[in-house]
């Protein structure tokens, strides 16, 4: 009952940029879209979030569809570092985070 | 600062057994919840407190999960008694009240083994 779709895993070349897609059709006027990554023993950790508009920060950029239903994280030169499990995330109005399956990257040195 | 710690970070216990789980939010951050993954499934939500007070415990699982927050500072997690479906990584995350969707800072987890 995940509120977020996710592929399982993809694959980049090292300093290529990466599209992380994810499909979330059931999303509210109020929710926000997050975007996590985990390393190995550790726990999540944040990469970036929004509401409509796509957004952009040092680590990554995060494009929005129109109408919400989807949204792409863009990590623009991947890293060998990047490679991480990224998860999708709805947050409600009570900041309770809805996570996907999560997509494993992998990086091709 | 001092980020979100959980401990043990293993625990290995038998079904029947009482097991706590600690965690210390970052300092200052009243918001503090707790989220779990059992084997080949997503990370769910399981509660939610503000300072001391629980705001959502729509996630706990059943009545043998207990959480509290006794003075609004570190957070215990008990099962009592452990099943075997409770095996999984259990997480601990904490934010500030002050903004609206405010990044969730994450501790590495518990990982919880029931035999």
């Known amino acids: 009952d995940a509120k977020t779709t996710q592929p399982n895993s993809m694959e980049s070349n090292e300093e290529e940029p990466v599209h992380l897609p994810c499909n979330h059709s059931?999303?509210?006027?109020?929710?926000?879209i997050h975007w996590y990554r985990q390393l190995p023993s550790q726990g999540p950790e944040y990469v970036i979030h929004?509401?409509?508009s796509n957004v952009n920060n040092r680590m990554a950029s995060l494009a929005i569809a129109e109408d919400r239903k989807s949204s792409t994280l863009i990590l623009h030169r991947a890293t060998l570092r990047d490679a991480a499990v990224y998860y999708c995330i709805l947050s409600t109005t009570g900041n309770q985070f809805y996570f996907g399956t999560g997509t494993s990257l992998t990086v091709i040195p | 600062e001092a980020g979100v710690t959980q401990f043990p970070s293993h625990s290995v216990i038998e079904k029947g057994q009482t097991v706590t789980l600690r965690c210390d939010p970052i300092s200052g951050h009243d918001n503090l919840y707790w989220y779990r993954r059992v084997m080949g499934k997503e990370i769910k939500f399981l509660l939610h407190f503000v300072k001391e007070s629980k705001q959502d415990e729509s996630g706990m699982p059943n009545n043998r999960f207990l959480a509290e927050r006794t003075g609004g500072t570190y957070s215990t997690l008990k099962v009592q008694p452990a099943e075997l479906e409770d095996s999984g990584v259990y997480f601990c995350?904490?934010?500030?009240?002050?903004?609206?969707?405010?990044?969730?800072?994450f501790g590495p987890g518990t990982r919880l083994l029931v035999l």
């Open positions: 929004g509401l409509t």
């Open positions: 059931t999303i509210s006027g109020t929710d926000y």
């Open positions: 995350a904490s934010s500030p009240r002050q903004a609206k969707r405010e990044t969730q800072y």
